[in-house]
T-cell receptor
Framework: DAGVIQSPRHEVTEMGQEVTLRCKPISGHDYLFWYRQTMMRGLELLIYFNNNVPIDDSGMPEDRFSAKMPNASFSTLKIQPSEPRDSAVYFC??????????????FGPGTRLTVL | KNEVEQSPQNLTAQEGEFITINCSYSVGISALHWLQQHPGGGIVSLFMLSSGKKKHGRLIATINIQEKHSSLHITASHPRDSAVYICAVSDFGNEKLTFGTGTRLTIIP
């Protein structure tokens, strides 16, 4: 398996522009997570899906952020309009349904977003 | 909300030394994860445990549920072990992870 695939790997944009990050989870995984990593706050969960349904979006910072999972093999995280404080590395991860309360998450390589 | 603390924040050691990284959390959990992030940025899951001890090669992870504490040990450390090690916990009935701030480990040849 190719693992979790994210695109683009790097994105540089200007403030006010729309940004779309993409993720393809590992085939057969039914959980998908979006994380953000910054120097100041470390890793934070933004939202996660189970069987394409958003379960917890309490980490989404504000209405400028939205995430969708139209099918089991694709998810997007959109920021509109983008702001310089959104600059971070965004990770996507996927996992199987937990067994005995345990579920290993597999992380994608991340998208480094810079908003000028 | 669970509070996750790691210590030390930074650790530099000589090749061959025994390494210990600690993680404590404030509220009971369903599982604790140890992750490794290399300088290139990729994140890899090392261990996931809810009790006792797990071993993989030179890495050992332990957890004490009563004390809400976990340790990650590296035996015979090597420069390729240099990375940031992150502890994360998941609460009962919830798959979301809460992360510690990470421990930056540098092993000097």
């Amino acid at each position: 398996d190719a693992g979790v695939i994210q695109s683009p790997r790097h994105e540089v944009t200007e403030m006010g522009q729309e940004v779309t990050l993409r993720c393809k989870p590992i085939s057969g995984h039914d959980y998908l997570f979006w994380y953000r990593q910054t120097m100041m706050r470390g890793l934070e969960l933004l939202i996660y899906f189970n069987n394409n349904v958003p379960i917890d979006d309490s980490g989404m910072p504000e209405d400028r952020f939205s995430a969708k999972m139209p099918n089991a093999s694709f998810s997007t995280l959109k920021i509109q309009p983008s702001e310089p404080r959104d600059s971070a590395v965004y990770f996507c991860a996927s996992s199987l349904t937990p067994h005995s309360g345990l579920n290993e998450q597999f992380f994608g390589p991340g998208t480094r977003l810079t908003v000028l | 909300k669970n509070e996750v603390e790691q210590s030390p924040q930074n650790l530099t050691a000589q090749e061959g030394e025994f390494i210990t990284i600690n993680c404590s959390y404030s509220v009971g959990i369903s599982a604790l994860h140890w992750l490794q992030q290399h300088p290139g940025g990729g994140i890899v899951s090392l261990f996931m445990l809810s009790s006792g001890k797990k071993k993989h090669g030179r890495l050992i992870a332990t957890i004490n549920i009563q004390e809400k504490h976990s340790s990650l040990h590296i035996t015979a450390s090597h420069p390729r072990d240099s990375a940031v090690y992150i502890c994360a916990v998941s609460d009962f009935g919830n798959e979301k992870l809460t992360f510690g701030t990470g421990t930056r480990l540098t092993i000097i040849p």
